[in-house]
């Protein structure tokens, strides 16, 4: 298949020998190729998504939005695998956020009463 030509409005296709012409528009961003018993919509696609934002190594994130109701360490405290950090309030039940690893935790970025979305770093552990 071959284009032998292509304008803003139409584009001509030849197949084996047979010529076909398309009747193309634009609504927005989407292009339309309307054939004989189809449309196709053609809309760009950025082939580099946007890169995620770092977390720094050891981050600890929300695992749902919430309320911090409890703060159980401090910065520079060393913390186990397994111990409760914090607690979050949500959805009328109190959720435990343990540490998963050992370590000492480096940094601290939330208080009680504390309002966190799900993803929010809440505390960075340097593991030992």
């Known amino acids: 298949m071959t ?4 304008t803003p409005d139409a584009v001509v296709l030849v197949d084996g020998g047979v010529r076909v012409a398309y009747r ?3 609504v927005g961003e989407t ?3 309307d054939g004989p018993e189809w449309t196709v919509a053609l809309s760009e696609v950025d ?16 695992p749902m939005p919430g309320q911090v109701v409890a ?3 401090a910065k520079g405290d060393r ?3 397994g111990q409760q950090l914090l607690a979050l309030e949500a959805m009328k039940m109190e959720h435990a956020v343990l540490a ?3 370590g000492v935790l480096a940094e601290l970025r939330v208080t009680t009463g504390s309002q966190v979305d799900a993803g929010d770093v809440l505390a960075v552990i340097e593991e030992a």
Request: proline share 14%; charged share 5%.
């Open 3 to 6: 284009v032998a030509s292509a």
């Open 24 to 26: 193309v528009h634009a």
């Open 31 to 33: 292009s339309y190729v």
């Open 47 to 62: 082939p580099l998504p946007a890169p995620a934002v770092a977390l720094p190594a050891g981050s600890l994130t929300a």
């Open 71 to 73: 703060v159980r360490v």
């Open 79 to 81: 913390v186990t695998a």
């Open 100 to 102: 998963p690893a050992d």
